[in-house]
C-alpha cells in the first residue's frame, strides 16, 4: 500500500516502534489465547504462574495497543502536516500562468477531497496494524500447537487470499472512476454555487443542467461507488465463509485422518474463531486503504505536474522594496498563451514599455487587448518568454523576481479579499485602517482590531474598496489597479480619479490604471492603448483628443 510507504518514508524510526509497539501486542494476544487454553485443559486455576501471566497480559495488552495507537497517530498527522504545507508551497511556486492553464478545479479537488481522505484513514491504520499484530500472534501460538496443521490453515488461507485480491484489484478500477468523476463533479458544484443567479433567471438552463450535467456525474459517481463496494463486500463475505470452513475441517475433517488430541482441536477451533474478527476488521479496512492510496497517488501527480511546470525561487527574507523607483522597464517582451475556447496562441508583445518613478498611466483597450495579461508581465506574476523586465536599470531574473514584486501593490478585477491584514504588522496598524476606512467611507459598515476586519459581508464596490485598504497599508511604491472603478457608485469614481489617484502620486508613487473611464483621461499622465496584444499608442500630455475618440476595439 503506497499510503503505508508514505508514513514509513516520513518517520523510520517511528515506523519501527510503532511495529515493536504492535509485536508486542500481538505477543500478549498470543499469550492470552494461550493461557485461556490452559485454563479451558482444566489446568489448576489456583496455579500462581498461570494467574500472573494472565495479569500481566492484562496489562501488556492494552498498553501495547495504546503505544501503537500513540505512534501511528502522531506519525500519520504530522505526515498529513508536512503534505499540506508542501503541496501549499508548491502550488505558491509554481508560476501563474501554469496554475492558470492546470485548473482551480484539480488544485480544490486535492485540496478539499484527496487530503482529507488520507485523513480519515490515518485511524484506520492504526487498527490495521494491531489487528495484523494479533493476526501474526494467533499463527505463532497455532504453529506451537501443531505446525502441521498450521500449514494446512496457511495454505487454506493464501487460497482465500489470491480468490479475495483478485476482486478487490477490480472494486479498485471502479473507484479510481469514481474518483475521477468526483472531480468532474466538483467543478458542476463551482458552477453551480457561482452561476446560481443564471440558473435562477432561465427554466431550461437550470433543469438542463440539473438532470443533464449535475445528475449524469453523480450517477456515474453512484454507480462506480456502488459497484465497487459490491465486489468489495462479495470478496470480504467470501473471507468470512472460508474461516468457518477452516474451522469445520478442523473440527470434522482431521480428527478422522490425524490422530489429533483434544487441546490441539480446542486451542485451533478457540484461536481461529478469535481470529474472526481481526480478519474482518483487515479485510474492512483495505478499502480505506485502497481510496487513500488513490487520493495519494492523486497528490503525488499533482506535485509532480507542479514540479514539472516550474518553480520560482523565494526568498527566506527578501529584501525590502525601494521607498521610490526611478524606473520600470519591458524591451522586447513577448508572452504568449492559450485562450479558453480558441485554436491558436494569444502572443503579447514584443513590448518596449519605460514607467518613470512618480507617473501616472493608463492601459486602454478594448476586452482582450491584453491590458491585464501586460500589467501581470509588470508586476512580474507572468514570466516573459523573450525580451527582459528591468528596474531602475537592474535586470530581473529568476533570483530577483521575488524582490522585484515586493514593490507593487496590485488590485485585480478579480481580487481575492482576506478577512485581516496579513503580512501587516507595522505601529499602530488598527489606527491607521481607521483613517484609510473613513477616508474610503467604510467607518461605519467596517472595523479593524488587531489587524482583522469585523466583516467582508460587503457590496462588490465596498469590497473593493476594502482591497484598496490593504494596497494604501502595503504602502509599496507602485499601485496597479485593474479596473477598480468598475464597481463602483458615480461619486466615488470621481473621488478615486479625482482625489485619491492625484493625492497617491504627489507622495511619489508610481501608478499604472487600467481603465475604460475615458471621461477620466485626462488624469494621466501618459495613455498606452492595446489592440490585440500589440501598442498602438503612446501619448503624453496633453491627450489628443482623437486619439480618445478612436473607435472601441473588440476581441
Not at 189 to 198: D, N, S, V, Y
Not at 294 to 314: C, D, N, P, S, W
Not at 358 to 387: D, H, M, Q, R
Not at 481 to 499: C, G, L, V
Request: glycine share 6%; aromatic share 8%.
Amino acid at each position: 500500500m503506497k499510503i503505508l510507504s508514505f508514513l514509513a518514508r516520513y518517520s523510520p524510526a517511528s515506523i519501527l516502534l510503532a511495529v515493536a509497539a504492535s509485536c508486542v501486542s500481538g505477543a500478549s494476544n498470543a499469550g492470552l489465547l494461550a493461557v485461556l487454553n490452559a485454563a479451558l485443559r482444566g489446568e489448576s486455576l489456583t496455579d500462581s504462574r498461570l494467574v500472573w501471566a494472565f495479569a500481566a497480559l492484562c496489562i501488556f495488552l492494552p498498553l501495547s495497543r495504546f503505544s501503537t495507537e500513540l505512534l501511528l497517530t502522531r506519525i500519520g498527522q504530522g505526515a498529513l502536516f508536512d503534505l499540506r504545507v508542501k503541496i501549499s508551497r508548491q502550488i505558491l511556486a509554481t508560476p501563474l500562468r501554469r496554475l492558470e492553464e492546470f485548473g482551480v478545479r484539480r488544485l480544490m479537488t486535492t485540496l478539499s477531497d484527496d487530503i482529507p481522505t488520507i485523513t480519515a484513514t490515518l485511524t484506520a491504520i492504526a487498527v490495521l496494524c494491531i489487528n495484523i499484530a494479533i493476526v501474526i500472534g494467533g499463527l505463532i501460538y497455532l504453529a506451537w500447537l501443531s505446525p502441521a496443521v498450521l500449514l494446512l490453515v496457511l495454505l487454506l488461507l493464501g487460497f482465500g487470499v489470491v480468490c479475495y485480491q483478485l476482486p478487490v484489484i477490480k472494486s479498485l478500477h471502479y473507484f479510481r472512476l469514481a474518483r475521477k468523476e468526483g472531480d468532474a463533479l466538483f467543478g458542476h458544484f463551482r458552477a453551480l454555487t457561482t452561476g446560481t443567479k443564471e440558473l435562477k433567471l432561465h427554466h431550461r438552463r437550470r433543469e438542463t443542467f440539473i438532470n443533464e450535467v449535475l445528475k449524469g456525474t453523480a450517477a456515474a459517481q453512484k454507480r462506480h461507488n456502488i459497484m465497487g463496494a459490491t465486489i468489495y463486500s462479495a470478496a470480504a463475505s467470501w473471507g468470512q465463509i472460508l474461516i468457518y470452513v477452516i474451522v469445520a475441517l478442523i473440527l470434522f475433517g482431521l480428527p478422522v485422518r490425524q490422530n489429533l488430541n483434544a487441546q490441539v482441536l480446542t486451542g485451533y477451533t478457540l484461536t481461529l474463531l478469535y481470529l474472526m474478527t481481526p480478519l474482518q476488521v483487515i479485510m474492512n479496512t483495505i478499502p480505506t486503504l485502497s481510496r487513500a492510496s488513490i487520493a495519494l497517488e492523486r497528490i503525488t501527480e499533482l506535485g509532480l505536474k507542479l514540479a514539472a511546470q516550474g518553480t520560482e525561487v523565494y526568498a527566506d527574507a527578501p529584501a525590502p522594496p525601494a521607498i521610490t523607483i526611478e524606473s520600470v522597464e519591458l524591451i522586447n517582451v513577448v508572452h504568449a498563451y492559450r485562450r479558453e475556447g480558441e485554436d491558436s496562441d494569444f502572443r503579447l508583445g514584443p513590448i518596449d514599455i519605460s514607467l518613470r518613478g512618480g507617473e501616472l498611466l493608463f492601459l486602454v483597450g478594448g476586452n482582450g487587448s491584453g491590458k491585464t495579461t501586460l500589467a501581470k508581465l509588470l508586476c512580474g506574476l507572468y514570466i516573459p518568454e523573450e525580451g527582459e523586465v528591468r528596474l531602475d536599470g537592474q535586470v530581473i531574473n529568476d533570483r530577483s523576481r521575488d524582490f522585484y514584486r515586493e514593490h507593487f501593490s496590485m488590485v485585480f478585477s478579480d481580487y481575492y479579499l482576506f478577512e485581516s491584514l496579513l503580512g501587516l504588522d507595522a505601529p499602530e496598524l488598527d489606527e491607521r485602517a481607521l483613517d484609510y476606512l473613513t477616508k474610503f467611507q467604510l467607518n461605519r459598515k467596517v472595523a479593524v482590531k488587531g489587524g482583522v476586519l469585523s466583516t467582508t459581508d460587503l457590496s462588490q464596490g465596498q469590497r473593493k474598496r476594502l482591497a484598496l485598504l490593504t494596497a494604501y497599508l502595503e504602502d509599496r511604491p507602485i499601485y496597479v489597479f485593474d479596473e477598480w472603478a468598475a464597481d463602483q457608485d458615480p461619486q466615488f469614481k470621481e473621488i478615486f480619479y479625482r482625489q485619491l489617484l492625484p493625492e497617491l502620486k504627489a507622495r511619489g508613487k508610481t501608478l499604472v490604471v487600467i481603465s475604460h473611464d475615458d471621461r477620466y483621461y485626462d488624469v494621466a499622465d501618459r495613455l498606452i492603448k492595446l489592440e490585440y496584444g500589440q501598442i498602438v499608442g503612446d501619448l503624453q500630455k496633453p491627450l489628443a483628443t482623437p486619439f480618445i475618440t478612436d473607435a472601441p476595439v473588440t476581441s
